[in-house]
């Protein structure tokens, strides 16, 4: 089931330093599709977005296979700016995780692009392909270790209240 190809898009705001932006390792390795224009976003994709109200569960799978998953790539230090302005698609914010990238790392929901589309894959059950994405970094699978117990608690999720549970379970002071 998970050998289908799943449509996996980038949005590209080109504010970080490129040499560090792991999201141009996806689009070069051809792991992602690249948007550069905002009216491409495709309709009913899920937009991975850190301010959504609705957290990210295992049951956005079946949006993932028919229309995709996408992240918006932008530079932290302007983040509020870029998700105050709508784009389409279904938002979802992740459950809490820690970064395990360089520039953030043990820094709560700070996580890069690939981190984010990783998390997202292997919470709707396509460990293999989050692993195959964070496979091209040194530190990809200090990701996957960093964050296995609520990654893996995570995915058996089915719906969004016992998500929030969950959450709190693993990180008790931070969603209050």
Request: net charge positive.
């Amino acid at each position: 089931m998970e050998e289908q190809q799943l449509k996996l898009y980038i949005y590209f705001m080109k504010q970080d330093d490129p040499k560090k932006c792991t999201s141009n390792k996806l689009k070069r390795l051809k792991l992602v599709k690249p948007i550069f224009n905002k009216m491409r976003v495709p309709r009913k994709v899920i937009v991975l977005n850190p301010f959504a109200r609705e957290v990210f569960f295992s049951g956005d799978r079946k949006n993932i296979e028919q229309s995709g998953l996408l992240t918006i790539d932008c530079s932290w230090k302007r983040v509020q700016d870029v998700f105050s302005k709508r784009f389409k698609g279904i938002q979802r914010r992740l459950p809490t995780l820690l970064a395990a990238n360089p520039v953030n790392y043990g820094h709560i929901h700070k996580l890069s692009s690939v981190e984010a589309l990783a998390a997202a894959l292997y919470i709707a059950n396509f460990k293999e392909k989050a692993k195959e994405m964070l496979n091209p970094f040194k530190w990809g699978w200090v990701f996957l270790e960093l964050n296995r117990e609520p990654l893996d608690e995570y995915a058996t999720v089915k719906n969004v209240v016992y998500m929030r549970e969950v959450e709190e379970a693993y990180f008790p002071s931070i969603n209050q």
